[in-house]
């Protein structure tokens, strides 16, 4: 099984990919909890530079309360991180990934969370997919 699901975008720029990005969880029913940059923390913290990354905690409430109900320890894979970045092996590139929600069900290895993972799935898939569709250059 994949650890992500992912899109690259070329011929948008960072911040364009980040709010679409943030748009189009929101249509699908995710809240943005967190907001990671990762370039300005390492900055701040260790004065490393790198390039243009930010991690979107992202969480669906009923689908959480869900799991959360099937499985208390689920607590600890929460929220679904959605990572946005720079890709420096091709300039120009933005990538959008997130992380295979499936995996919650085989860590946690408790079978009620299979369906309930299936779901987030689809719906991480939807974001990927339209994020995809929206931001590839005419």
């Known amino acids: 099984m994949s650890v992500a699901m992912s899109t ?4 948008a720029d960072f911040d364009t990919v980040a709010q679409k990005t943030r748009d189009v ?18 900055k701040a913290k260790l004065g490393e530079d790198m390039e243009r990354y930010l991690i979107l905690g992202a969480c669906n409430p009923p ?10 320890r ?10 946005i970045r720079e890709d420096t092996e091709h ?3 933005v990538l959008v990934e997130a992380m295979n929600p499936g995996l919650m069900a085989q860590v946690v290895d408790n079978p009620a969370l299979v369906p309930i993972a299936d779901e987030v799935s689809e719906k991480i898939r ?13």
Do not use: S, W, Y
Not at 8 to 11: E, L, P, R
Not at 25 to 42: C, R, S, Y
Not at 63 to 70: D, M, P
């Open 25 to 42: 969880l929101k249509d699908n029913g995710f809240g943005v909890l967190t907001e990671i940059d990762m370039q300005a923390t390492l």
């Open 74 to 83: 689920i607590g600890v894979l929460l929220p679904c991180n959605v990572v």
């Open 91 to 93: 300039p120009g590139t």
């Open 126 to 138: 939807t974001v990927i997919d339209t994020l995809a569709v929206a931001l590839h250059p005419a």
């Open 63 to 72: 689908l959480a309360h869900r799991a959360v109900t099937a499985e208390k």
């Open 8 to 11: 690259a975008v070329t011929g």
